[in-house]
């Protein structure tokens, strides 16, 4: 049921929509003869869609737009204008007025807008519900990596004290098992943290510590993480640090986490005696020195409709029916939250990240943050 309201000094009209709208089963109708009255009544009731003359002496139509959407933004309004004042009707819809109607009356072409008018209320009201589904996305993200993280954290800290502490013969007995239990507390915690870091840099509070480093050190951390995440794999690795020697000034925490991702997702999506090289190296764009960080490798790439996509939260290429956690075996599946937060941290730094991909052929994503 649709709540209209007619603003109109000229009884005659007011009257003519009452009869033509008493007719239809989806509308109820209310009048009001000035601009005054239409405005209390609008700030009394929930009317979905206002429909005002323009001219009316005392409170004008332009004056009735401009109120009405200061009281109640969600309001449709609608302005009805003399054929020779449509730059008024231009002007109401710069107020924020969704269209106008010319007198004289054509109710059929009125119909019409009408029409147009509910549709555009209805994408609004889908658009609302995304919005506040989105927040509650968001608000169970920050929670749930909120309240995890403590446990979890707690959990795998005092599991490695616990059996660091153990004898050795019931270390040897239990060794596969402490192993799995150690590995499980790892999958998790780097789980958790990466629901942290989502938050955070969906809230913008994603805390970046900028310092001087030397590349040698990224180079060294790039090297251990490669060598932990592919030690279960049969794949050719190659690191190339052009920069050797130099420095950069960055969060080389954070950047070492968006390279390790990277490299984390080249080895997960290349099959066994594929390759995986990463390249450091300095370009110049547009007259600024960048550092580039690119990882290429030979694995399954990615459809060219595709690329513009796995830069979004919780997207994966890969069908999840058939999703299996793994943070290294090929084509084990993640949460499809590595590439936001390499994305967020990229651009903490003032940075871009790209991705070029064949299917098929493999892929490269390059890192690009300026020197300074
Ligand atoms: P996750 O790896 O946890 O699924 P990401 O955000 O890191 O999440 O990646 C999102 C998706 O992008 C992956 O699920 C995969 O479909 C695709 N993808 C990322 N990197 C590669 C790659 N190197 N080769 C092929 N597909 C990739």
Same mark, same amino acid.
């Given at each position: 049921?649709? @709540?209209?309201?007619?603003?109109?000094?000229? @009884?005659?009209?007011?009257?003519?929509?009452?009869?033509?709208?008493?007719?239809?089963?989806? =509308?109820?109708?209310?009048? !009001?003869?000035?601009? !005054?009255?239409?405005?209390?009544?609008?700030?009394?009731?929930?009317?979905?869609?206002? +429909?005002?003359?323009?001219?009316?002496?005392?409170?004008?139509?332009?004056?009735?737009?401009? %109120?009405?959407?200061?009281?109640?933004?969600?309001?449709?309004?609608?302005?009805?204008?003399? #054929?020779?004042?449509? $730059?008024?009707?231009?002007? !109401?819809?710069? =107020?924020?007025? /969704?269209? #106008?109607?010319?007198?004289?009356?054509?109710?059929?072409?009125?119909?019409?807008?009408?029409?147009?008018?509910?549709?555009?209320?209805?994408?609004?009201?889908?658009?609302?519900?995304?919005? $506040?589904?989105?927040?509650?996305?968001?608000? #169970?993200?920050?929670?749930?990596? %909120?309240? *995890?993280?403590?446990?979890?954290?707690?959990?795998?800290?005092?599991?490695?004290?616990?059996?660091? $502490?153990?004898?050795?013969? &019931?270390?040897?007995?239990?060794?596969?098992?402490?192993? &799995?239990?150690?590995?499980?507390?790892?999958?998790?915690?780097?789980? &958790?943290?990466?629901? %942290?870091?989502?938050?955070? !840099?969906?809230?913008?509070?994603?805390? +970046?510590?900028? /310092?001087?480093?030397?590349?040698? $050190?990224?180079?060294? @951390?790039?090297?251990? @993480?490669?060598?932990?995440?592919?030690?279960?794999?049969?794949?050719? =690795?190659?690191?190339?640090?052009?920069?050797?020697?130099?420095?950069? +000034?960055?969060?080389?925490?954070?950047?070492?986490?968006?390279?390790?991702?990277?490299?984390?997702?080249?080895?997960?999506?290349?099959?066994?005696?594929?390759?995986?090289?990463?390249?450091?190296?300095?370009?110049?764009?547009?007259?600024?020195?960048?550092?580039?960080?690119?990882?290429?490798?030979?694995?399954?790439?990615?459809?060219?409709?595709?690329?513009?996509?796995?830069?979004?939260?919780? =997207?994966?290429?890969?069908?999840?029916?058939?999703? %299996?956690?793994?943070?290294?075996?090929?084509?084990?599946?993640?949460?499809?939250?590595? *590439?936001? +937060?390499?994305?967020?941290?990229?651009?903490?730094?003032?940075?871009?990240?790209?991705?070029?991909?064949?299917?098929?052929?493999?892929?490269? #994503?390059?890192?690009?943050?300026?020197?300074?």
């Amino acid at each position: 049921m649709i @709540n209209l309201l007619i603003i109109d000094d000229d @009884n005659i009209i007011t009257e003519l929509w009452h009869d033509y709208f008493s007719t239809m089963e989806d =509308y109820t109708i209310s009048t !009001a003869n000035c601009g !005054a009255d239409g405005l209390s009544l609008i700030k009394s009731n929930d009317f979905d869609i206002v +429909i005002t003359d323009i001219n009316m002496p005392g409170l004008n139509g332009l004056e009735v737009v401009k %109120h009405a959407k200061k009281i109640k933004p969600e309001l449709e309004l609608i302005v009805m204008t003399a #054929f020779g004042t449509v $730059e008024l009707a231009v002007t !109401a819809m710069k =107020y924020g007025a /969704f269209d #106008f109607i010319l007198k004289p009356l054509d109710f059929e072409a009125i119909k019409i807008i009408l029409k147009k008018c509910r549709d555009q209320m209805l994408v609004k009201q889908e658009n609302r519900e995304l919005k $506040e589904l989105n927040e509650l996305k968001e608000k #169970f993200i920050a929670i749930t990596s %909120h309240e *995890l993280r403590t446990p979890t954290q707690a959990i795998s800290g005092l599991s490695e004290v616990l059996f660091g $502490e153990l004898p050795e013969e &019931v270390t040897e007995k239990f060794q596969i098992e402490i192993d &799995v239990i150690l590995t499980a507390c790892k999958t998790l915690r780097e789980i &958790v943290e990466d629901m %942290h870091d989502l938050s955070s !840099a969906t809230r913008g509070t994603l805390t +970046i510590n900028k /310092f001087p480093f030397t590349l040698d $050190e990224l180079e060294k @951390n790039i090297t251990l @993480n490669f060598r932990l995440y592919s030690a279960k794999r049969d794949l050719n =690795y190659s690191i190339n640090n052009k920069l050797k020697g130099e420095s950069f +000034i960055g969060d080389i925490k954070k950047i070492s986490q968006a390279s390790t991702e990277l490299i984390q997702n080249a080895i997960k999506f290349t099959k066994d005696g594929g390759n995986v090289n990463v390249l450091i190296d300095k370009i110049s764009e547009n007259g600024t020195d960048c550092l580039i960080i690119d990882v290429e490798d030979t694995g399954i790439g990615i459809p060219e409709e595709k690329t513009g996509k796995i830069f979004t939260a919780f =997207y994966e290429v890969q069908d999840t029916t058939l999703h %299996h956690t793994s943070e290294t075996e090929f084509m084990g599946g993640g949460l499809g939250i590595g *590439l936001v +937060i390499v994305k967020e941290i990229v651009k903490a730094h003032a940075g871009k990240v790209s991705v070029e991909s064949t299917p098929n052929k493999g892929s490269i #994503f390059k890192i690009c943050l300026p020197f300074n």
